[in-house]
């Protein structure tokens, strides 16, 4: 089974999950912080994240997705969106954006009060 490792300014968390998985299942999995207003449809680009570490490795980039991916912000040749991206059975290394990050928070008030009274949200430029 692939690891799969999330990072953002917040937390590190890793699963072992099986190949075939998206991202965002992954995600789901381990807790990683990672958005998704449409509910991992291919409808909007809040799911953007930076592979950095087993982009080769990854499901081929369909029409769909690189065309909702020109939507997001601060995209790279490493971009995914992560409720369309499978693994395979490579490790992968995942970077959360801070769109994708931010859309989590928004997406989850309690979690981002608790990071405000903490003083750990919004990041500090």
């Given amino acids: 089974m692939p690891k799969v490792t999330f990072k953002s300014p917040l937390a590190e968390v890793s699963a072992d999950v099986p190949a075939g ?3 965002l299942d992954a995600a789901e999995q381990c807790g990683a912080q990672v958005g998704h207003s449409c509910g ?3 409808g909007c680009s809040t799911c953007h994240i ?3 570490k087993g982009l080769d490795s990854l499901s081929e980039q369909t029409d769909a997705e690189a ?6 912000f601060d995209v790279r040749p490493y971009s995914r969106l992560s409720c369309q991206t499978e693994l ?3 490790d992968i290394v995942v ?5 994708s990050l931010t ?3 928004d997406e989850n008030p309690v979690i981002r009060r608790g990071l405000e ?5 919004p990041l500090k430029k």
């Fill in 21 to 23: 998985t998206t991202l």
């Fill in 40 to 42: 991992g449809v291919c």
């Fill in 50 to 52: 930076w592979v950095r």
């Fill in 67 to 72: 065309d909702r991916l020109d939507m997001g």
């Fill in 88 to 90: 395979a059975q490579e």
């Fill in 95 to 99: 970077e959360i954006t801070e769109e």
């Fill in 103 to 105: 859309a989590f928070m």
């Fill in 117 to 121: 009274a903490q003083g750990k949200w």
